[in-house]
């Protein structure tokens, strides 16, 4: 088997007599304007709706009011613009959903580089279909300190619609929608802060916390709604995942809401201490929360698996995977087909580990294949599995009897299942009876004791 915010939300003083009705009407005072000024982008001859690319006096507009030590308010309309560099220490504020900012070039439609202190608040950022340059996102971010982006929505980028490298970030109650390629990617960032945002219909990822090398990352990603991933470019779970760590030690992924990922909902490769807590995850094409590869110290608890092919796997004692915690979560209604063919026994396990795990207080329910399985072959070492109920799976638990096998303490389970309580395995072979029937022909590596058959 294939392993694996300085001022709340407002608008500016009305300009006067002079300006026509439509603008004065959106213009009103930031509440506690009087902490720092605020100018209007009408003040500098900045209009939306012209229907003409504005970039250069755009561009003069922000490094005159950075300068300043200003806020800006743009009003709300089409702004026609392209490769915009935010200056430091910049504060733009729109009217969410009516201050559109229109790209007419290529590659990044905003850009900030070596910057710090920039807030972005209120915009709509569409790609319009452009193309993108190489990897590069509709917002880009490049050794960027303080940044914030909040109640703003990114559209139709053409391979992602954020991307950061080596930069800290607060991204909160944003919209990504249609992105070609990814939603948000991080790369070398630290402490990213990702909270509240809504994720749809991306081609190949929601969002992607990646390091260069192994290391402390911090990322925090909470409260997210992602929907609809795909995974355009293939593989075996490279792309198509709703929330991707790879490499990101220390990483934090908290009561997000997500559904219809090709691959996973959660996914975590070569991650140390990475804690996977109250999440809701539908529908996920391969397995719902992995933990994979040289991954060590997995805390997944109190989540909600509806609908996968595996539900939660902790796997790659080959790799040295080792340490997870798997922990009152609510597993259903699995099913056996994916996206590649997984090799034997294939899919449809409620919970799989390896290492060093604990595997306690689960409920997993309807299962093709097991409920919970404890190693494959060799690769099973100090797996304590207790306390679990499990309904309706064809075999409740499985665990490796192989030679070279380690240790596995199976203890207090509720189980019903449609033909095998508890299997010892080797490899493909069974080789023992349902030892939940017959626990005294448990192989020398297993220990049995309080399991109990709920009858259906």
Same mark, same amino acid.
């Given at each position: 088997?294939?392993?694996?915010?300085?001022?709340?939300?407002?608008?500016?003083?009305?300009?006067?007599?002079?300006?026509?009705?439509?603008?004065?009407?959106?213009?009103?005072?930031?509440?506690?304007?009087?902490?720092?000024?605020?100018?209007?982008?009408?003040?500098?001859?900045?209009?939306?709706?012209?229907?003409?690319?504005?970039?250069?006096?755009?561009?003069?507009?922000?490094?005159?009011?950075?300068?300043?030590?200003?806020?800006?308010?743009?009003?709300?309309?089409?702004?026609?613009?392209?490769?915009?560099?935010?200056?430091?220490?910049?504060?733009?504020?729109?009217?969410?959903?009516?201050?559109?900012?229109?790209?007419?070039?290529?590659?990044?439609?905003?850009?900030?580089?070596?910057?710090?202190?920039?807030?972005?608040?209120?915009?709509?950022?569409?790609?319009?279909?452009?193309?993108?340059?190489?990897?590069?996102?509709?917002?880009?971010?490049?050794?960027?300190?303080?940044?914030?982006?909040?109640?703003?929505?990114?559209?139709?980028?053409?391979?992602?619609?954020?991307?950061?490298?080596?930069?800290?970030?607060?991204?909160?109650?944003?919209?990504?929608?249609?992105?070609?390629?990814?939603?948000?990617?991080?790369?070398?960032?630290?402490?990213?802060?990702?909270?509240?945002?809504?994720?749809?219909?991306?081609?190949?990822?929601?969002?992607?916390?990646?390091?260069?090398?192994?290391?402390?990352?911090?990322?925090?990603?909470?409260?997210?709604?992602?929907?609809?991933?795909?995974?355009?470019?293939?593989?075996?779970?490279?792309?198509?995942?709703?929330?991707?760590?790879?490499?990101?030690?220390?990483? #934090?992924? *908290?009561? /997000?809401?997500?559904? $219809?990922?090709?691959?996973?909902? @959660?996914? &975590? %490769?070569? !991650? =140390? +201490?990475?804690?996977?807590?109250?999440?809701?995850?539908?529908?996920?094409?391969?397995?719902?929360?992995?933990?994979?590869?040289?991954?060590?110290?997995?805390?997944?608890?109190?989540?909600?698996?509806?609908?996968?092919?595996?539900? #939660?796997? *902790?796997? /790659?004692?080959?790799? $040295?995977?080792?340490?997870?915690? @798997?922990? &009152? %979560?609510? !597993? =259903? +209604?699995?099913?056996?087909?994916?996206?590649?063919?997984?090799?034997?026994?294939?899919?449809?396990?409620?919970?799989?580990?390896?290492?060093?795990?604990?595997?306690?207080?689960?409920?997993?329910?309807?299962?093709?294949?097991?409920? #919970?399985? *404890?190693?494959?072959?060799?690769?099973?070492?100090?797996?304590?599995?207790?306390?679990?109920?499990?309904?309706?799976?064809?075999?409740?638990?499985?665990?490796?009897?192989?030679?070279?096998?380690?240790?596995?303490?199976?203890?207090?389970?509720?189980?019903?299942?449609?033909?095998?309580?508890?299997?010892?395995?080797?490899?493909?072979?069974?080789?023992?009876?349902?030892?939940?029937?017959?626990?005294?022909?448990?192989?020398?590596?297993?220990?049995?004791?309080?399991?109990?058959?709920?009858?259906?």
């Amino acid at each position: 088997m294939k392993r694996r915010l300085f001022l709340t939300h407002a608008g500016t003083a009305a300009l006067g007599a002079a300006t026509p009705f439509s603008v004065r009407a959106q213009t009103r005072p930031l509440l506690g304007s009087g902490l720092r000024g605020t100018r209007n982008a009408l003040e500098f001859g900045v209009a939306p709706d012209t229907d003409i690319d504005q970039t250069a006096a755009f561009q003069a507009m922000l490094e005159t009011v950075a300068a300043e030590g200003n806020a800006l308010f743009l009003p709300g309309g089409i702004y026609v613009l392209a490769g915009i560099e935010l200056p430091d220490g910049l504060l733009i504020e729109g009217i969410p959903g009516r201050t559109r900012l229109v790209h007419a070039g290529t590659g990044p439609l905003l850009s900030a580089s070596q910057a710090t202190a920039i807030t972005l608040r209120g915009l709509s950022v569409d790609a319009a279909g452009r193309p993108a340059d190489g990897d590069q996102g509709l917002l880009e971010l490049r050794d960027t300190t303080g940044f914030t982006a909040e109640e703003c929505s990114f559209e139709n980028a053409g391979v992602a619609a954020i991307h950061l490298e080596r930069s800290s970030a607060a991204l909160m109650r944003n919209s990504v929608t249609d992105a070609s390629g990814v939603a948000i990617f991080g790369r070398d960032s630290e402490g990213l802060r990702i909270d509240g945002n809504t994720v749809r219909r991306c081609a190949n990822g929601g969002i992607l916390v990646y390091r260069s090398e192994p290391g402390r990352d911090g990322a925090v990603i909470t409260g997210n709604s992602i929907s609809e991933i795909g995974a355009a470019n293939g593989g075996t779970g490279q792309w198509g995942n709703g929330i991707n760590l790879f490499r990101a030690d220390d990483t #934090i992924v *908290a009561n /997000n809401v997500i559904s $219809g990922s090709a691959f996973s909902a @959660i996914r &975590g %490769n070569t !991650v =140390r +201490n990475m804690q996977v807590t109250g999440n809701v995850c539908r529908d996920s094409g391969e397995t719902a929360i992995y933990a994979e590869f040289a991954f060590a110290n997995a805390l997944i608890s109190d989540n909600i698996v509806e609908g996968a092919a595996n539900g #939660i796997s *902790a796997p /790659n004692l080959d790799h $040295g995977g080792h340490g997870a915690t @798997i922990s &009152g %979560n609510i !597993v =259903r +209604n699995l099913h056996a087909d994916g996206p590649y063919d997984p090799g034997f026994p294939g899919f449809g396990t409620g919970i799989g580990v390896e290492a060093d795990a604990v595997v306690t207080g689960n409920l997993v329910e309807s299962a093709p294949l097991y409920g #919970i399985n *404890a190693g494959w072959g060799p690769f099973l070492r100090d797996v304590v599995v207790a306390s679990n109920t499990i309904r309706d799976a064809r075999i409740g638990i499985g665990v490796s009897a192989a030679d070279g096998a380690g240790r596995a303490l199976i203890r207090g389970n509720l189980i019903a299942a449609r033909e095998t309580g508890i299997q010892a395995h080797a490899w493909a072979k069974a080789v023992a009876p349902d030892l939940l029937a017959d626990p005294a022909a448990a192989p020398a590596n297993i220990t049995l004791s309080d399991n109990l058959s709920s009858g259906g």
